[in-house]
């Protein structure tokens, strides 16, 4: 592409497609090269004044997937409106006044994408980005996340978006056709002797199934966790998507299951959705009767086949009883590992003097923290090393 068109109206309207879609590979939308100039040649054979012509044919090249239409559609309104080159190619069609309706989840996502686009870096700039990059990663890591900026809450949902939890097989008791496996199969062994009256007999084997063991959830919602725990939702959006066995459930002064509001794709409209379903987010806590329904209605539901269960919560509890350390035993005998994440262990002289974390404590097979990134990865590479014994998941809840 020459300079004199570069500064032609068509080289204006490259220019701005080139950087729409820059926009939307920032918020998340795939576009490659080949897809902007598939674009720019495309924008060139439709009506450059009719905008739902524009937009139809830039979606048609830009959206291949369902989940990413509404971003697209965000992105369009806010990049075309407010480009200067877009207003000069549509003087002579105005644009019909919109009534103002409620943000939807992924627009805060296309607005920061658009603003970074708008920005030009000089070289100087970019060079030093790149030097303190390292060392601004190594602080995030360490940082807690209820002292973060909301510029670097958005780094660090990031960052947790790409996260992924290797899958760590538990043995059933099960077993399929396997050649390597210790178990003869009788059954079909002798079944395919008869193809050959007995002469020649092929050995066939039987191995154990293993699958990925499922994880269910329990997150604090209360007013002192609230922060952490959407932090975390967003890691268990990420693991939700390669592990499809991932309940998810919320407790205040109630408890409520969120499962399939976090499956939704784009994670803005899942944690939204999320939000929506609960009544008392950031509200009191209250522990003990929380458990009480999830093992009265859930526990055998989700925590069957050698379930992990990660509780999140700073155990500090309204109403501190027998009642709460009963409940905990009986989640404890009812899953294969309950792992407590605890805030409060950010603190290196944390010692448990709250009564509810002292009735807690003793039923929990690891103590971990979970106030930052450093403590997330930790927490992944405790449950890719699981051991493969299956010592609780014979143990149903009592009824």
Sequence with gaps: MTIDHLSSPVGRTADNIIGFARALRTAGVPVGPGAAIDAVNAIQLVEIGNRADVFATLQAIFVKRHEHALIFAQAFDLFFRAADEWKQMLDSVPLPDQPRKKTPPASRRVQEAFSQSQITETPQAKAEEIRLSVSDKEILQKKDFAQMTAAEIAEVTRAIAGMKLPQAELRTRRYRPDARGLRLDMRRTLRGSLRTGGDIVDIYRLGRIEKPAPIVALLDISGSMSEYTRLFLHFLHAITDARKRVSVFLFGTRLTNVTRALRARDPDEALASCSSAVEDWAGGTRIATSL????????????????????????????????????????????????????????????????????????????????????????????????????RSLIRPAA
């Excluded at 539901?301 to 050698?306: K, S």
């Excluded at 805030?343 to 807690?360: D, N, S, T, V």
């Design 292 to 391: 009480h329904t999830f093992n009265k209605l859930w526990g055998r539901r989700v925590l069957g086949q050698g379930a992990i269960v990660l509780l999140i919560s700073d155990g500090l509890e309204r109403e501190a009883d027998a009642r709460l350390a009963f409940e905990m035993d009986r989640l404890h005998r009812s899953c294969r590992r309950l792992i407590w994440l605890n805030p409060l262990l950010r603190y290196g002289g944390f010692e448990p003097k709250a009564q509810g974390i002292k009735m807690m404590l003793p039923h929990v097979d690891e103590f971990r923290p979970v106030h930052n990134l450093k403590s997330i990865e930790g927490l992944i590479g405790a449950l890719s090393s699981m051991p493969q014994t299956h010592h």
